[in-house]
């Protein structure tokens, strides 16, 4: 790290930093890494499917730690593994736990006495009053049936960044809308 401007430096020493910073570039590198390092440790299997996600299975329990950036989700079968997991990652990185979840990347979850329900409502209907179709009627399917598209068809878009960002809200719904993948493969 450079020495803050306006501070003396005739030698032209640089800081070491003992602790990452968060906003750094490689802040998040750095903290997921020793995070992982943690996890592993307590007997954690990284999964080769998806590496933000933490596996800890037993012969009757199973627990689950997925990690987005600076969020932890934490689920498992044994409620007092997952506390000693909480309790071990508060003393070394000083976590907040946010109690039973409700939001997690823009799905909500809901908690009912037959199960779980994902939703993203809130997203959605932001998706749909971003692009100007808020009062849109439903439809039975979001592309015509045998619709070919060709890149030939019609005019260039003046953004395609809008359109980059549309395609990949769409992806970002087939979580809980697995009907719209056809739709957002087609489309991206």
Same mark, same amino acid.
């Given at each position: 790290m450079?020495?803050?401007?306006?501070i003396?430096?005739?030698?032209?020493?640089?800081c070491?930093?003992?602790?990452s910073?968060?906003?750094?570039?490689?802040?998040?590198?750095?903290?997921?890494?020793?995070?992982?390092?943690?996890?592993?440790?307590?007997?954690?299997?990284?999964?080769? *499917?998806? *590496?933000?996600?933490?596996?800890?299975?037993?012969?009757?329990?199973?627990?689950?730690?997925?990690?987005?950036?600076?969020?932890?989700?934490?689920?498992?079968?044994?409620?007092?593994?997952i506390?000693?997991?909480?309790?071990?990652l508060?003393?070394l990185?000083?976590?907040?736990?946010?109690?039973?979840?409700?939001?997690?990347?823009g799905?909500?979850?809901?908690?009912?006495a037959?199960?779980?329900?994902?939703?993203?409502?809130?997203?959605?209907?932001?998706?749909?009053r971003?692009?100007?179709?808020?009062?849109?009627?439903?439809?039975?399917?979001?592309l015509?049936l045998?619709?070919?598209?060709?890149?030939?068809?019609?005019?260039?878009?003046?953004?395609?960044?809008? *359109?980059?960002?549309?395609?990949g809200?769409?992806?970002?719904?087939?979580?809980?809308?697995?009907d719209?993948?056809?739709?957002?493969?087609?489309?991206?």
């Amino acid at each position: 790290m450079e020495v803050p401007k306006g501070i003396p430096n005739p030698s032209n020493k640089v800081c070491k930093l003992r602790k990452s910073l968060y906003g750094l570039k490689q802040a998040n590198r750095q903290w997921f890494s020793k995070l992982s390092q943690t996890l592993i440790s307590l007997g954690y299997q990284q999964s080769k *499917y998806d *590496y933000s996600l933490f596996i800890n299975k037993s012969s009757t329990d199973i627990t689950l730690v997925a990690v987005y950036v600076d969020n932890i989700m934490i689920t498992g079968s044994n409620t007092s593994e997952i506390s000693h997991l909480k309790q071990h990652l508060d003393t070394l990185f000083g976590i907040k736990d946010l109690g039973q979840l409700h939001h997690f990347l823009g799905l909500e979850i809901i908690h009912t006495a037959k199960g779980i329900i994902l939703s993203q409502k809130k997203f959605t209907n932001e998706l749909l009053r971003d692009f100007g179709s808020l009062p849109s009627a439903a439809v039975s399917t979001p592309l015509p049936l045998n619709y070919k598209l060709n890149p030939d068809d019609g005019d260039l878009l003046p953004d395609p960044f809008m *359109y980059r960002t549309l395609v990949g809200k769409l992806s970002f719904l087939t979580h809980t809308r697995p009907d719209l993948s056809y739709i957002a493969q087609t489309l991206s």
